[in-house]
């Protein structure tokens, strides 16, 4: 076959790759640098931050569990202004596009302030709002419901409103933790989403018989890993036939062939997240692996790939 070609475009962003990084997981990338050329990725995504810095929750913020872990971090991070001024620089170096995670400890208002910030900032390629992160609770969202990402209607309104301030290019990180994933993804494309990035952690509790107390600080946590895997795959397939936008997809990916689920579902890219602590080269054996299989399976493009599911009669 003559060229495969692996990049993919995700709003006004070009991907060389169609992998990145999970948010949280990679820190702000300096901690993977001396384990593989970070080059080879699609996109950087970056730790959730907020507009203040955050000494995040009590611990125990992480235990594992079968098959993944639970953490409840609290999105620890060092404010906006640290963020730009130590952080960017790094990232800049690398000439990948930067993802950079956001989020609001109270309402929209924060949210549009640092878009406001980021829309100014030449180094960073896209904003991805953090509407679904259950280690912190939201006075937007509908009676009720703790998380933004839980109801469409705040979902559609912050989209709107991050929208107006902003020509970057905008992710919406959805939650698991809805009845209809579908609706909210469907209202932040609506609302000028250039792409939804899916799943956040699934909500969970783990408790040690013996202390009687649960294994995480904060009491519930968000499960993350391969545990969680088939409840990714089945709601990146579902939204990616509903929406027309990019669908980045996540969720206990850790080798070629789980990445390739997440593609084959309808993802344009995938994230790796809690895999990278488990082996901190692994985003690096996915690029190669996906490009080794498109070619072994005549795939020319990521969007033949997509396509590619074959379904048992
Ligand atoms: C320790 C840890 C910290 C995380 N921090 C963030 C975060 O700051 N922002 C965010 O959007 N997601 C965060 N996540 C969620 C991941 O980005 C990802 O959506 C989720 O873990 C599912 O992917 P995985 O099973 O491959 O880890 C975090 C996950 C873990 C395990």
Redesign the pocket.
């Known amino acids: 076959m003559s060229r495969i070609r692996t990049e993919v475009r995700i709003g006004r962003m070009m991907l060389r790759t169609p992998v990145t990084v ?4 990679f820190g702000y990338a300096s901690e993977f640098s001396g384990f593989f050329d970070l080059r080879i990725l699609g996109a950087v ?1 970056t ?2 931050v907020t507009l203040k810095p955050r000494r995040g929750n009590v611990p125990p913020r ?1 235990c594992e569990t079968p098959a ?2 639970l ?1 409840s ?1 609290g ?1 620890e ?1 060092p404010g906006i202004d640290v963020f730009l001024k130590e952080k960017m620089p790094f990232l800049a170096g690398y000439k990948v596009p930067v993802i950079v ?1 956001i ?1 609001s400890e109270s309402d929209n208002r924060e949210f549009i302030e640092l878009a406001r910030r980021l829309d100014h900032c030449r180094e960073a390629a896209a904003i ?1 709002l ?1 509407i ?2 259950p280690n912190i609770r939201h006075t937007t969202a509908r009676p009720g419901t703790s998380l933004i990402a839980q109801d469409a209607g705040a979902t559609y309104r912050l989209v709107k409103a991050v929208r107006a301030v902003t020509k970057k290019t905008i992710i919406t ?1 959805l939650s698991p933790n809805v009845t209809d994933i579908v609706s909210i993804a469907a209202a932040a494309e609506e609302a000028g989403s250039d792409a939804v ?1 899916l ?3 699934i909500t969970g509790m783990s408790i040690d018989a013996s202390s009687r107390k649960s294994r995480i600080g904060a009491v519930i946590g ?1 499960l ?3 545990a ?2 088939p409840v ?1 795959v089945r709601m990146v397939w579902e939204v990616s036939r509903r929406v027309s936008i990019p669908v980045i997809g ?4 850790c080798d070629t062939d789980s990445a390739l689920e997440f593609l084959l579902a309808g993802a344009s890219a995938v ?5 990278n ?1 488990l082996s901190p080269s692994l985003a690096d054996e996915i690029v190669k692996g996906i490009r080794e299989y498109m070619r072994e399976n005549r795939f020319g493009s990521v969007s033949m790939l997509r396509k590619g599911m074959k379904y048992a009669r």
């Open positions: 999970a948010s949280g997981t995504t730790k959730t992480t993944g872990m953490n971090v999105l991070n995670s989020a991805e953090n679904s992160c990180k990035a799943i956040n952690t968000g993350s890993g391969p969680i895997r990714a996540m969720g206990g990916i994230a790796v997240g809690t895999g602590f």
